[in-house]
């Protein structure tokens, strides 16, 4: 199975300063398609996880512009421009290539 | 809108059995593939099963192999997850999520938990 490990384990943020957490895949994620089969979700405490950004760098419908996806083959990177205080909760990256596999989480909180 | 409620979670034995529904609502639910995610309180999530949108095809971590069985009834746009020989290693909030043809999960239910006592 594809490995996904995410760093940093938890990051203490300001609101209105940026932030930035990665994601690195044990192989390639790089489809022949030229598609990254990697995908970002939000968990906020006690609810269920939504999507923010599929397929490595395009946002979800309803997602604000103040998150990005970046990266490709195996480092990938989701950026928060200005967090606010609704961002808080747990980033999991996930891996579509193969079997579905998730990263640990990184865990968002604010300072 | 698109729903996905699950319910039939519960408390239940090591060895005991459950069975899982996720009932669909808002969307085609049989031109989609829809999988079963589960998380223990508190960590990650781990990939459970996955069935294809006419039921022909079904797929298992091999954690679950052989003791889990998915299923669909598109007639009554829900999904199945039938648990055997449970274990205590299985308790966790189970959560039906829809898939699109890229594999990422564009909605998720709001999870049902089921704890296995030893």
């Known amino acids: 199975d594809i490995v996904m490990t995410q760093s940093p384990l938890s990051l203490p943020v300001t609101p209105g300063e940026p932030a930035s957490m990665s994601c690195r895949s044990s192989q390639s994620l790089l489809h022949s398609n030229g598609y990254n089969y990697v995908h970002w979700y939000l968990q906020r405490p006690g609810k269920s996880p939504q999507l923010l950004i599929y397929l490595g760098s395009d946002r979800a419908s309803g997602v604000p512009d103040r998150f990005s996806g970046s990266g490709s083959g195996t480092d990938f990177t989701l950026k928060i421009s200005r967090v606010e205080a609704e961002d808080v909760g747990v980033y999991y990256c996930?891996?579509?290539?193969?079997?579905?596999?998730f990263g640990g989480g990184t865990k968002v909180e604010i300072k | 809108e698109v729903q996905l409620v699950e319910s039939g979670g519960g408390l239940v034995q090591s060895g005991g059995s459950l069975r899982l529904s996720c009932a669909a609502s808002?969307?085609?639910?049989?031109?989609?593939?829809i999988h079963w995610v589960r998380q223990v309180p508190g960590r990650g999530l781990l990939w459970v099963s996955r069935?294809?949108?006419?039921?022909?095809?079904?797929d298992y971590a091999d954690s679950v192999k052989g003791r889990f069985t998915i299923s669909r009834d598109n007639a009554k746009s829900t999904l199945y997850l039938q648990m055997n020989s449970l274990r205590a290693e299985d308790t966790a909030v189970y959560y039906c999520?829809?898939?699109?043809?890229?594999?990422?999960?564009?909605?998720w239910g709001h999870g049902t938990l089921v704890t296995v006592s030893s």
């Open positions: 808002g969307f085609t639910f049989s031109t989609y593939w």
């Open positions: 999520a829809r898939a699109t043809s890229w594999g990422h999960y564009d909605y």
């Open positions: 996930m891996q579509a290539l193969q079997t579905l596999t």
């Open positions: 069935i294809s949108f006419d039921g022909s095809r079904a």
